[in-house]
């Protein structure tokens, strides 16, 4: 659960009952400073992105902390006793993100719910926004469509279904303004239960199973707005979400009802569902689209998904698709994709469209379908690229806002791992990073710095006082780097980008 500190550091963190801190984790990135606070009959409560911790917590692992800023793991010996509602720390905004606190509650180290153990002030709302019926089969028609269709709730009107289908809910739990994800969902057809979707505990072996659970192309996260899957795809590797694949009610008139909880409300929608047999086979689709048990392609009738790769062209466009097998590489115009999920999966893959215009692109765009897949195991692209290539300036960007993902070389060959199918493109940084302002004041030196491609590591910000070098800390989600330097003479500051690249600048 993250907690809203308002913007602010420093406030006080208090244990939530009688414990024992017997590690930290100090990272630049994740949880920054984050405590590990050991309660009896195994419970572990975890507090994230704090500025500092305790007293006591700090000088037990100032010596870790003399040897790096950064030393991961500590372990500390012997553990620091708390009593309940004593100061375990102090909210920061270390590691990822802005001012907040997170926490989590785990017992026999698998995260639980803390909303069985925590009241609200306050009554809260849940929220329930969108209802997306998505074709199961080749043949599935929803009021008169074969591709996804979205309804708003709640819904007075019927929607007619013909075939198999399945759902996802896109709903919200809202607590003073805030936004929270659901805690469960209960699909009922009919007034019996046929999917049910619980997230009271999982494994750490699950979390890359997220695509079971989260709809990609309907779920954001600023502001939060999550859509669920409310019935498993096939290969569904998370506990709490169960039921069949899909529903296949007969013909008829259905009472199609949801119901969901949020930490300390409930909502429920129903909608009437009227089912008919098919009468024609599915006209040829307008677009493109993927789904996990079939797709959609221009001038086609909606296709199974072959057991063997095939090529299908519209438009210059060619897409190659088919259900490809665990280990057996795929090749692709420059790049070779494997995967290791265990079973044949459904796969599209196409070359095109534009890359990027502010980097200099050395592979063409790479498309994977379908993005909604679940799956838990992952994907190795690679890339062989010439041998005049930079290799740190050059990595694997995620289309989606252009984000850089790095890679790793062996050879000339450039290889990156996927957790699933994405969108990405092979572009050079060579471009150095910008420095805006910098200040002289209060016994330090501050700089604004940035860098929107490969971004800058945490020691990439040098200032040079007197014929000495020291390092600033940079901080990503400020743009900017700080140290407590003297230098009332003049600074020269160097920053150096993760592609190697360099921009100076001298202030008297």
Not at 40 to 67: C, K, M, T, W
Not at 239 to 248: A, Y
Request: glycine share 12%; charged share 20%.
């Amino acid at each position: 659960m993250d907690f809203s500190t308002g913007g602010r550091n420093g406030l006080p963190v208090l244990a939530v009952a009688d414990g024992e801190v017997r590690m930290v984790k100090v990272t630049h990135r994740g949880y920054g400073k984050a405590l590990y606070l050991t309660h009896a009959e195994g419970y572990i409560s975890v507090y994230a992105h704090l500025q500092r911790f305790n007293d006591a917590v700090e000088r037990s692992i100032a010596p870790a902390l003399a040897g790096s800023p950064y030393p991961g793991t500590v372990d500390l010996q012997p553990p620091v006793k708390v009593k309940s509602g004593e100061v375990v720390a102090y909210a920061g905004e270390t590691g990822d993100g802005l001012p907040h606190l997170h926490y989590e509650l785990r017992k026999n180290n698998a995260p639980v719910n803390p909303a069985a153990f925590f009241k609200d002030p306050t009554p809260g709302k849940t929220l329930l926004r969108r209802l997306a019926f998505i074709p199961a089969a080749p043949g599935t028609a929803v009021n008169g469509r074969h591709d996804r269709v979205v309804v708003q709730l709640p819904r007075r009107e019927p929607v007619t279904v013909t075939g198999p289908f399945t759902l996802t809910l896109q709903g919200m739990d809202f607590w003073e303004g805030r936004h929270r994800g659901l805690s469960g969902v209960d699909l009922l057809l009919d007034g019996e239960t046929v999917g049910r979707l619980s997230m009271d505990t999982f494994d750490f072996t699950e979390y890359r199973g997220a695509r079971f659970l989260y709809e990609k192309r309907a779920t954001r996260f600023s502001p939060s707005w999550f859509s669920y899957w409310l019935l498993p795809q096939p290969g569904n590797a998370l506990r709490f979400l169960q039921g069949p694949s899909s529903l296949d009610p007969p013909p008829g008139t259905h009472r199609l009802q949801i119901r969901a909880h949020g930490l300390s409300s409930s909502a429920s929608e129903t909608v009437t569902l009227i089912v008919k047999p098919p009468k024609a086979p599915p006209p040829p689709a307008a677009r493109m689209d993927f789904f996990p048990t079939h797709f959609l392609f221009p001038g086609l009738p909606p296709q199974p998904w072959p057991e063997q790769f095939q090529s299908f062209t519209t438009g210059g466009t060619t897409v190659h698709a088919g259900m490809a097998p665990a280990g057996t590489p795929i090749i692709l115009g420059p790049y070779t994709i494997t995967h290791e999920e265990g079973r044949p999966i459904p796969l599209a893959l196409y070359l095109g469209g534009e890359a990027p215009d502010s980097l200099p692109s050395l592979a063409p765009v790479l498309h994977m379908e379908p993005k909604d897949l679940g799956m838990t195991g992952k994907f190795r692209v690679q890339v062989t690229l010439p041998k005049t290539a930079v290799p740190r300036q050059v990595g694997f960007y995620r289309m989606a806002g252009t984000r850089w993902q790095g890679g790793g070389w062996q050879g000339d060959t450039l290889s990156e791992i996927l957790f699933g199918p994405e969108d990405f493109v092979v572009l050079r940084d060579d471009r150095p990073p910008s420095i805006g302002s910098v200040s002289l004041r209060g016994g330090g030196v501050r700089v604004v710095c940035s860098d929107k491609e490969t971004g800058i590591p945490w020691n990439g910000v040098q200032a040079r006082v007197d014929g000495v070098d020291h390092w600033l800390e940079y901080d990503p989600d400020h743009n900017s780097a700080w140290g407590t330097i003297p230098a009332k003479g003049g600074v020269t500051v160097r920053v150096t980008d993760n592609a190697g690249n360099v921009s100076t600048r001298v202030v008297r």
